[in-house]
């Protein structure tokens, strides 16, 4: 049985987390299974340490990153992933070809930047939004998890472009 990230760290699965709470969690578990708390009994249970180490550790980064913890929360909820499905609306793909241009320009690059993260920014916000929709039927989750996948194909672009301007400086 696969375990999620949010019931490795003992988290109601949601978008939003309690920051203080994720990494309480984590501390409190990791302390409990680091393989150096571990190393005197056995090899069996070393070996079982070192997995869980790795899982929890796993289930921090993807809960610790929006974009990771919003994937992972939509594969919960029966969505594609991004290799499944990488549609972006036909106006936000112009407006990315415009900042790709913009970019170019080492002058324009520090506003760029600032509209980037505003933009970055609101996408969370949406994303955050549709998963805090509730009662729905069935045809209108699919809907939603369809707008989230939208909304997540973009944040994965603004990203990565954000890391382009900032690897340029």
Request: with cysteine; aromatic share 6%; glycine share 4%.
């Given at each position: 049985?696969?375990?999620?990230?949010?019931?490795?760290?003992?988290l109601v699965p949601a978008f939003p987390v309690d920051v203080?709470?994720?990494e309480k969690n984590y501390l409190d578990q990791s302390r409990l299974c680091h393989p150096d708390h571990n190393a005197q009994s056995?090899?069996?249970?070393?070996?079982k340490a070192l997995n869980d180490s790795a899982s929890l550790n796993e289930a921090y980064a993807v809960l610790a990153n929006p974009l990771r913890r919003a994937e992972h929360l939509l594969a919960l909820w029966g969505g594609p992933d991004a290799s499944a499905d990488k549609?972006?609306?036909?106006?936000?793909?112009?407006?990315?070809l415009e900042w790709r241009e913009e970019a170019e320009d080492p002058a324009a690059r520090p506003r760029l930047l600032v509209c980037l993260e505003?933009?970055?920014?609101?996408?969370?916000?949406?994303?955050q939004q549709q998963f805090s929709l509730s009662?729905?039927?069935?045809?209108?989750?699919?809907?939603?998890?369809?707008?989230?996948?939208?909304?997540?194909?973009?944040?994965?672009?603004v990203q990565g472009l954000l890391r382009e301007l900032e690897d340029s400086y």
């Amino acid at each position: 049985m696969i375990v999620s990230a949010f019931e490795r760290l003992g988290l109601v699965p949601a978008f939003p987390v309690d920051v203080a709470l994720l990494e309480k969690n984590y501390l409190d578990q990791s302390r409990l299974c680091h393989p150096d708390h571990n190393a005197q009994s056995g090899p069996e249970s070393l070996e079982k340490a070192l997995n869980d180490s790795a899982s929890l550790n796993e289930a921090y980064a993807v809960l610790a990153n929006p974009l990771r913890r919003a994937e992972h929360l939509l594969a919960l909820w029966g969505g594609p992933d991004a290799s499944a499905d990488k549609s972006q609306p036909f106006p936000f793909l112009e407006q990315l070809l415009e900042w790709r241009e913009e970019a170019e320009d080492p002058a324009a690059r520090p506003r760029l930047l600032v509209c980037l993260e505003t933009e970055r920014t609101t996408l969370l916000n949406q994303i955050q939004q549709q998963f805090s929709l509730s009662g729905e039927d069935a045809s209108a989750r699919l809907i939603r998890i369809k707008e989230i996948r939208l909304l997540l194909n973009q944040l994965r672009s603004v990203q990565g472009l954000l890391r382009e301007l900032e690897d340029s400086y």
